[in-house]
């Protein structure tokens, strides 16, 4: 994926991992489902961050000193 599209894939699952937590706290929806929906955008955003652009060639493992 283009560091643009990743960009904007990240924009978005942050803003639904913190707006369900909001909404969770305020009880505008159950606290249980805003910690599942939280929970997944937040994987789903682990993942996209580690996801190297296209174009780019991940970095190597640094050795230790």
């Known amino acids: 994926m283009s560091k643009s599209t990743l960009n904007t894939l990240s924009t978005i699952f942050g803003l639904i991992a913190g707006g369900s937590s909001l909404l969770g706290s305020t009880g505008i929806i159950n606290h249980s489902t805003a ?5 997944i955008a937040t994987a789903i955003l682990g993942y996209l961050v580690q996801q190297p652009a296209a174009g780019e060639q991940p970095s190597a ?3 230790p000193l």
């Not at 910690?35 to 929970?39: D, L, P, Q, R, S």
């Open 35 to 39: 910690g599942t929906i939280g929970g």
């Open 61 to 63: 493992p640094q050795k």
